[in-house]
């Protein structure tokens, strides 16, 4: 694994934006493509391996968390528990996720899993791959999430409640980027599909449906909106009413696959397991540690500590439902640049790799998405 510095394509801000890529430069610049990372077959091979093992282990751990009725560590409230046992025991449809891993040529650790919500979605599979292709046709990229994505919801079409699926998101230009790039995935399967902010999306208590704008009914919802704020609203109720009759991707089961509570569950299911850092509910022996909320996100509310001294934190509105500690993870340091690999999972299979890199030990959203390659 290098990081290599090259010079930007002319015009690169122009060609993003032909690709419908336009928070670029958003909070200074985030798509950079001053540098990009070298993978070596065997690397990948590795990463590809972990991901794919990684997912039957959070598969196993989630049935660990039902049957066990471990839901008190989530903090999942007792009206949606269900939601969540109905979901997981039928198999209700789940499309992709993203492990965020920490990588220093030898030793590849989890750091976390995006289950519910995970973003940089579109970068990662198509602007990356165009990146590619102008800068370094003959070579190849850990990618194949463009074609997974499109095979995998040509899968689930017969066990849809509907062909016609509500993308649905907050409004901002890269959650709707993330879905639109998504709602076309779906598209090229074959479904039909319309975008739907998220605050529009209606009750209609007399028959506890979910509506759209024209008051058509909602059978299928594919959200990027994060479970965990959908609880702390009456939204939430809604859809334990509804659970039956609305099928939402992801399904209510994610919530535990995507909270942070869940990496002690993994630790104590295997204990030392090679792609694993230790973790626990409280410091424990840790002397070298992360403090993480069980819920948050783009690094918000975490903290670092070397020798139980804090050497980074982020500050952020996280925490209420208590904190995770995981063993100190060294990310590799290329001219004061850490990476994060983001490796995606669709359907059952890995899919391909994003590297975001910062200027800061945690990987926070002021972090910047860097395009690899294969030697």
Not at 60 to 76: G, M, P, Q, T, Y
Not at 186 to 212: M, Y
Not at 289 to 311: D, M, Q, T
Request: negative net charge; contains cysteine; proline residues 5%.
């Amino acid at each position: 694994m290098k990081r290599i510095p090259i010079t930007p394509r002319d015009n690169w801000q122009e060609k993003l934006e032909n690709l419908g890529f336009g928070y670029h430069s958003i909070d200074d610049q985030y798509w950079d493509e001053t540098a990009y990372y070298e993978f070596e077959l065997q690397e990948i091979n590795h990463i590809e391996k972990a991901t794919a093992e990684l997912w039957q282990m959070y598969l196993e751990a989630v049935e660990h968390v039902i049957s066990k009725n471990l839901f008190f560590k989530f903090s999942i409230p007792e009206w949606f528990r269900n939601s969540i046992v109905q979901s997981w025991e039928q198999d209700f449809p789940s499309l992709y996720g993203r492990f965020d891993l920490g990588f220093d040529g030898q030793n590849l650790k989890l750091l976390e899993f995006n289950a519910d919500t995970p973003t940089s979605l579109f970068e990662g599979s198509v602007v990356q791959w165009y990146w590619l292709k102008d800068q370094f046709p003959q070579k190849d990229q850990f990618n194949s999430i463009h074609e997974k994505l499109i095979d995998y919801w040509k899968y689930l079409k017969p066990f849809l409640k509907s062909d016609f699926v509500h993308f649905a998101s907050l409004t901002n230009i890269e959650d709707v980027t993330n879905v639109e790039y998504m709602r076309d995935c779906a598209s090229q399967a074959g479904l039909e599909t319309a975008f739907i902010a998220v605050q529009d999306i209606g009750w209609a208590e007399e028959i506890k449906e979910f509506i759209d704008e024209n008051r058509g009914l909602m059978k299928v919802i594919f959200k990027l909106y994060p479970y965990e704020w959908i609880l702390e609203e009456d939204f939430g109720k809604k859809i334990a009413e509804n659970i039956d009759k609305t099928q939402w991707i992801e399904p209510p089961w994610k919530i535990l696959a995507s909270s942070k509570a869940m990496l002690p569950v993994l630790w104590e299911l295997f204990p030392h397991h090679p792609y694993l850092l230790e973790s626990y509910t409280e410091p424990r022996h840790l002397l070298n540690y992360a403090k993480k909320p069980v819920y948050s996100r783009e690094g918000a509310n975490i903290s670092l500590f070397k020798n139980h001294i804090p050497v980074e934190q982020n500050s952020g509105i996280y925490g209420k439902e208590g904190f995770i500690y995981q063993q100190f993870f060294d990310l590799p340091n290329f001219s004061d640049n850490y990476p994060v690999i983001g490796s995606w999972i669709v359907g059952q299979e890995p899919a391909g790799i994003g590297v975001r890199e910062s200027v800061n030990l945690i990987t926070n959203n002021q972090s910047r998405f860097v395009p690899h390659l294969i030697s």
